[in-house]
């Protein structure tokens, strides 16, 4: 048995001064709340699950690299999950190194593999002989230049000398400056949060087998409502080669009919579909539609044919 929710709690990627930290601080709910530091996504997501948090913030995509895929498949196979918002961090990043180290002394560097990707051209013109080790945040790589000395240097956040006694070799190593990572709170709800006008709707779909239009026939789902996707990334379900599931953003609510009916044209072609949830978008921008797709025009439909089937018409 699960334990019983603790409202007041909420995980993150730790440990503190992450940008996973930075979006849970965007959280109105969370202010003045207990914040548990967790290792990786999936202990995230097990906190959740078994009533440790009452939600967690966890990375789901970035400008740059794309869907985070670790959190696409833990959100693919742990069930009774549900995305209640989401929240966007700007994105750059600063080599650090022991006080008294110098850019010409590093050989290895301590990173994060997002982050390390994400910094690849920097680092191929000014370190081009250096080895990588992974971390599993981006500042426990900033922390273990303290535990051992494998690595003479780490990519970490801005700020991260508040938190560590280190000294910035380079700063904005990123390589686009304008990257900016998506950050979703995940909790075990199933209330959705209201309409806005400005909503996303996140859903992960298997295709019915492999043969050839079975993509097109999915996606023909959403085209013939006029339900826009904002991202659609394919992942291995695993079992076999060639068996894919795919995540999905679309853009409005389920609340809304042209939603709602793509979601039922979906759920009668595919063997498997998980609702991830309907929530605020983080830019606030509204979703611009045809009006041939409005409610009012499925409201009509859905009389007319009642009216032909009570014989009233």
């Known amino acids: 048995m699960p334990e019983t929710p603790q409202p007041e709690t909420y995980s993150y990627l ?36 078994s009533g440790r948090s009452a939600a967690a913030m966890i990375a789901i995509e970035n400008s740059v690299e794309g869907g985070v895929s670790a959190t696409q498949d833990a959100l693919a196979s742990i069930p009774h999950l549900r995305i209640i918002g989401e ?13 008294g180290t110098t850019l010409a ?3 290895v560097i301590n990173a994060h593999p997002v982050a390390y990707a994400q910094c690849h051209l920097w680092l191929d013109a000014n ?31 801005p ?12 700063e904005n190593i990123g390589d686009n400056p304008n990257a900016v990572t998506r950050f979703v709170l995940v909790s075990r709800t199933t209330t959705t949060p209201a309409a806005t006008g400005a909503d996303k709707t996140s859903i992960i779909a298997e295709l019915p087998d492999d043969r050839a239009g079975s993509l097109l026939e999915m996606l023909e789902q959403f085209a013939t409502r006029g339900v826009n996707m904002s991202l659609l990334e394919s992942r291995p379900i695993g079992d076999a080669l060639g068996r894919y599931r795919f995540v999905i953003d679309l853009d409005g609510h389920i609340d809304e009919e042209r939603v709602a009916d793509a979601l039922m044209g979906l759920r009668r072609f595919s063997p ?37 089937k009570s014989g009233l018409e």
């Open 127 to 157: 370190l081009p002989s250096h080895g990588h080790i992974p971390a599993t945040s981006n500042v426990a790589a900033a922390a273990s230049l303290f535990d051992s000395d494998h690595a003479d240097a780490a990519i970490a956040p």
């Open 159 to 170: 700020g991260i000398t508040a938190h560590h006694d280190l000294d910035v070799l380079a």
């Open 14 to 49: 730790g440990p503190a001064g992450t940008f996973t930290e930075v979006a849970l601080s965007q959280v109105a709910a969370a202010a003045g709340k207990p914040w548990r530091s967790v290792n990786n996504v999936g202990e995230a997501l097990d906190d959740v699950v």
């Open 105 to 107: 002394d590093v050989r």
């Open 272 to 308: 498997n579909v998980t609702f991830l949830g309907s929530y605020p978008r983080a830019d606030g921008i509204r979703v611009k539609f045809d009006q041939r797709y409005g409610d009012a025009v499925f409201t009509e439909a859905r009389d007319w044919l009642d009216r032909l």
């Open 87 to 99: 929240y966007l961090v700007p994105v750059n990043f600063v080599l650090v190194a022991r006080r």
